[in-house]
């Protein structure tokens, strides 16, 4: 008891650590009432992150979108609102940033970063309608970026089918080389896993958002305003210029993760039969990290190691996804009821004091 007392000595550290593990012990106890073996399913989950150089790379590659998706929530978040349309703010990422690997003949000192830059700024302006929507007419943004998702969604496939279609496939052309965005020796250092310069990208990004957020006057007013409007409005400050410029930095960091995902990842973009998921699942790497920019990085690769791991529990050990969906549900649950995880401790903090004050 003492041992953990001294370790979990601040809430934003023994929190989520064992939040992690009580969601751990929940799926394990389903697989095992499922007729599963916790153990080997675990175990195969560990192999398949960690069993190969490849693996690993992928993992990572898996990783990336989730950290700015997360950090496209979380900042709107941090203002006040709440962007449900992070999915279709990828999306548009994807599609304007394949079309300026596809069509554009630049060397690629120029051709990559402007294709990212176009893809955040197509993420950014996709997020400024809906903060437009609400600064000016009141709506809604939780209605207004789910409809934006659908409305990304289908204009991407229409650019995918007729726009940019390479003949006879349900894909765009390949884009060039010149726009490509992986990092190439790391690629054959890892036997030709999927890593690229968004990974690196993500966690800069990171950086950014805790300096916009807590070390500039802009940022100072973009909590004031998502913390109570009306108190900042009364201190003079321009509450709705405040939404929209919250909305489009959250939606150009979703966008900048689409980009990523285009030029670094399938260097094409395929018709799509459902949204891809990132935006839906960066919710939960948000709350993961407690919209704390750095915890979302942690929230990332946990989120993302579990769900690519998730097919080595699958294949190897033949559990059902819907039990590992289970698992990674439990996590996010426990994350989400922190006094739940205070309750839990209790003991060992009460345990604690009596000590403090036996030793004074």
């Known amino acids: 008891m003492q041992v953990l007392s001294k370790i979990f000595t601040k809430q934003s550290t023994y929190v989520p650590l064992v939040a992690i593990v009580l ?205 109570n409007p009306d108190a900042a409005h009364y201190a003079g400050m321009n509450v709705k210029g405040s939404i929209v410029k919250a909305m489009m930095f959250s939606g150009g960091l979703a966008g900048l993760g689409g980009a990523f995902e285009s030029l670094g990842v399938f260097k094409s973009m395929a018709v799509m039969n459902a949204l891809p998921g990132y935006g839906f699942d960066g919710i939960a790497v948000s709350l993961l990290g407690g919209n704390n920019p750095f915890g979302i990085i942690f929230g990332g690769i946990l989120f993302g190691f579990l769900s690519y791991g998730s097919t080595g529990m699958s294949f190897e050990a033949d559990v059902p996804n819907e039990i590992i969906r289970i698992v990674i549900g439990a996590v996010i649950f426990f994350v989400a009821i922190h006094g739940i995880v205070k309750w839990f401790l209790k003991p060992f903090f009460r345990k604690r004091r009596e000590d403090k004050k036996e030793a004074a």
Not at 71 to 94: K, S
Not at 114 to 140: C, E, H, T
Request: a neutral charge; charged letters at 10%.
């Open 23 to 227: 969601g751990l012990l929940v799926g394990a106890i389903v697989m095992w009432l499922g007729g599963y073996d916790p153990i080997v399913a675990y175990g195969a989950m560990l192999d398949k992150i960690f069993g190969s150089t490849y693996d690993f790379g992928e993992a990572i590659r898996q990783v990336t979108p989730l950290i700015f998706t997360g950090l496209a929530v979380a900042f709107a978040f941090r203002a006040g609102l709440f962007n449900i349309g992070v999915e279709g703010q990828f999306i548009t990422g994807m599609t304007a940033a394949t079309w300026i690997g596809i069509n554009l003949n630049l060397p690629w000192f120029i051709h990559m970063p402007l294709a990212v830059i176009v893809g955040g700024i197509a993420g950014a302006l996709w997020a400024g309608i809906a903060g437009w929507l609400k600064a000016s007419r009141g709506v809604n943004e939780v209605i207004s970026t789910i409809m934006l998702n659908w409305i990304a969604y289908y204009f991407a496939n229409f650019m995918v089918r007729v726009v940019m279609v390479e003949p006879g496939q349900n894909r765009t052309k390949d884009i060039q080389g010149t726009a490509s965005a992986s990092i190439d020796w790391l690629v054959t250092l890892m036997d030709n896993a999927r890593v690229h310069w968004g990974t690196v990208v993500a966690i800069l990004c990171s950086f950014v958002f805790y300096y916009v957020l807590w070390k500039t006057r802009q940022g100072y007013e973009l909590r004031a305003s998502g913390f």
